[in-house]
Nanobody, 119 residues
Framework: QVQLVESGGGLVQPGGSLRLSCAASGSISSISGMAWYRQAPGKEREMIAVTMYGGNTNYAGQVKGRFTISRDIAKNTMYLQMNSLKPEDTAVYYC?????????????WGQGTQVTVSS
């Protein structure tokens, strides 16, 4: 099992920045990668950034160039640096860890942290 705890959400003005953190514990050595998802009111949960433990990272088009995903291996912590925030970035942000075993994906989720972008 993998346990994930997010922190760093809050209220920020348009154009501002926030950094989310996700602390991982448990069977970390089995993780294949980690990702950030978000879910806005009335919308489906969507993946916005992913980092594979082999080193590849990818971003959704609506955050590319503004958000940066990173990991501190020594601290078992993943981050999401969010710059140039827009009102449409308002959502609950979820940390995700996944392991791929024989083509099957096992997901682990944090509890979510609210990000509100508003003046």
């Amino acid at each position: 099992q993998v346990q994930l705890v997010e922190s760093g959400g809050g209220l920020v003005q348009p154009g501002g920045s926030l950094r989310l953190s996700c602390a991982a514990s448990g069977s970390i050595s089995s993780i294949s990668g980690m990702a950030w998802y978000r879910q806005a009111p009335g919308k489906e949960r969507e993946m916005i950034a992913v980092t594979m433990y082999g080193g590849n990272t990818n971003y959704a088009g609506q955050v590319k160039g503004r958000f940066t995903i990173s990991r501190d291996i020594a601290k078992n912590t993943m981050y999401l640096q969010m710059n140039s925030l827009k009102p449409e970035d308002t959502a609950v942000y979820y940390c995700n860890a996944f392991r791929v075993i024989l083509s099957r994906v096992y997901d682990y989720w944090g509890q979510g942290t609210q990000v509100t972008v508003s003046s």
